[in-house]
């Protein structure tokens, strides 16, 4: 059964940079593409970035362009959220999330298609 874990949040200045992790613990995770999702105090889920099964494809919500790189290791079975310039709107729970795809190049940033979920990680932006 695949697991996802996430780490790498916390408290950072507005302006500032994180990377986010998540961590897979099956051998088939280069069967997996995934997707970043962040739900805010109050708010509903909000999509934020995919990348395909062998990492050549990604994609970006609005929000995301120009800040945030989603990039995958499949040998350490980890995918990266490498998220800069952040804003007190980004604090929020952030989660990875992870659907089986056939097409090695297609991802999807419908949660309601993704399969497997982490357990989100605490981004806060604050001075």
């Known amino acids: 059964q695949l697991q996802l874990v996430e780490s790498g949040g916390g408290l950072v200045q507005p302006g500032g940079s994180l990377r986010l992790s998540c961590q897979a613990n099956v051998d088939s995770f280069s069967w997996y593409a995934i997707g970043w999702f962040r739900q805010a105090p109050g708010k509903g889920r909000e999509e934020i970035s995919c990348?395909?099964?062998?990492?050549?494809?990604?994609n970006y919500a609005d929000v995301a362009k120009g800040r945030f790189t989603v990039s995958r290791d499949n040998a350490k079975k980890t995918v990266f959220l490498q998220m800069t310039n952040l804003e007190p709107e980004d604090t929020a729970v952030y989660y990875c999330?992870?659907?089986?795809?056939?097409?090695?190049?297609?991802?999807?940033?419908?949660?309601?298609?993704?399969?497997?979920w982490g357990q989100g990680t605490q981004v806060t932006v604050s001075s």
């Open positions: 999330a992870a659907r089986s795809m056939f097409v090695p190049t297609m991802c999807s940033m419908k949660a309601t298609e993704m399969g497997f």
């Open positions: 990348v395909s099964r062998n990492g050549t494809n990604t």
